[in-house]
């Protein structure tokens, strides 16, 4: 009988752990979302992962040279594309991916760390959180506001009007607003960095913390070869003297 007892003890000690460990995922998960925190004010709590996008996916080096060695080198005397326009790439930030938020803010929460989130329904909206700038090497701290929300913007790694003259001319509209909101083509970034590369190739501007280099460069290559966009020769003479120099 004192067996069965403490058997039967063990048994609801088990139960009991399992319902807390589930009931604690449950309270992570929305924590994390930023669905509770009502009781707090607007914003979500702050809980996040670590920033930034995952570099691993890139390759290594050697696959890098190996696959700009493949890309397409342009000509620039057989011709000029049509003239460039943004609006060729569609929707600024669209939802393409159909989970209820737009680009900005996915990847927004993908690279930010200590996210606070807008407690709405999708929950999408980043209102603050902070960003270890790969570009500059800076910590900025991001607050969403018509004064603020300018210091971190979303770079396309491979410029719209890099990709265009690179071979995007070609494309069909949907086509085009897929690379424009490709997530492996997306950064989040300093401002003013983002506002000094512009539209420039890798040939007529790079990241000025120099440790990034590689990765930008490799990104690029990666981006490149995925849309089946070419490189022009300086371009291409530009990325093998960064890969040359990687660590």
């Given at each position: 009988?004192?067996?069965?007892?403490?058997?039967?003890?063990?048994?609801?000690?088990?139960?009991?752990?399992?319902?807390?460990?589930?009931?604690?995922?449950?309270?992570?998960?929305?924590?994390?979302?930023?669905?509770?925190?009502?009781?707090?004010?607007?914003?979500?709590?702050?809980?996040?992962?670590?920033?930034?996008?995952?570099?691993?996916?890139?390759?290594?080096?050697?696959?890098?040279?190996?696959?700009?060695?493949?890309?397409?080198?342009?000509?620039?005397?057989?011709?000029?594309?049509?003239?460039?326009?943004?609006?060729?790439?569609?929707?600024?930030?669209?939802?393409?991916?159909?989970?209820?938020?737009?680009?900005?803010?996915?990847?927004?929460?993908?690279?930010?760390?200590?996210?606070?989130?807008?407690?709405?329904?999708?929950?999408?909206?980043?209102?603050?959180?902070?960003?270890?700038?790969?570009?500059?090497?800076?910590?900025?701290?991001?607050?969403?506001?018509?004064?603020?929300?300018?210091?971190?913007?979303?770079?396309?790694?491979?410029?719209?009007?890099?990709?265009?003259?690179s071979g995007a001319w070609q494309w069909d509209a949907t086509r085009r607003q897929e690379f424009?909101?490709?997530?492996?083509?997306?950064?989040?970034?300093?401002?003013?960095?983002?506002?000094?590369?512009?539209?420039?190739?890798?040939?007529?501007?790079?990241?000025?913390?120099a440790r990034y280099r590689c990765a930008y460069v490799q990104r690029q290559i990666v981006v490149k070869s995925s849309w089946g966009l070419g490189v022009t020769p300086r371009e291409k003479?530009?990325?093998?003297?960064?890969?040359?120099?990687?660590?």
């Amino acid at each position: 009988m004192l067996a069965r007892r403490k058997g039967l003890r063990r048994s609801q000690l088990l139960i009991v752990a399992l319902l807390i460990c589930a009931v604690a995922g449950v309270l992570f998960a929305l924590v994390r979302g930023g669905i509770i925190g009502g009781a707090f004010g607007v914003w979500g709590t702050g809980l996040n992962s670590s920033s930034g996008p995952s570099d691993s996916s890139l390759g290594s080096v050697d696959d890098s040279a190996k696959i700009l060695d493949q890309l397409p080198v342009l000509q620039t005397r057989s011709g000029s594309p049509p003239r460039y326009s943004r609006d060729e790439f569609g929707q600024r930030w669209a939802d393409i991916d159909r989970n209820g938020c737009d680009t900005r803010n996915d990847i927004l929460r993908r690279d930010l760390r200590s996210l606070q989130m807008k407690t709405s329904s999708p929950n999408c909206v980043v209102v603050g959180g902070i960003l270890d700038d790969p570009y500059t090497g800076r910590t900025i701290e991001f607050r969403k506001g018509e004064d603020s929300s300018d210091q971190v913007q979303i770079d396309h790694v491979v410029a719209l009007a890099n990709a265009w003259r690179s071979g995007a001319w070609q494309w069909d509209a949907t086509r085009r607003q897929e690379f424009a909101n490709d997530p492996t083509n997306l950064l989040a970034v300093d401002g003013n960095a983002n506002q000094d590369k512009g539209a420039s190739r890798a040939d007529q501007w790079l990241p000025p913390n120099a440790r990034y280099r590689c990765a930008y460069v490799q990104r690029q290559i990666v981006v490149k070869s995925s849309w089946g966009l070419g490189v022009t020769p300086r371009e291409k003479k530009v990325m093998k003297v960064v890969l040359d120099h990687c660590e």
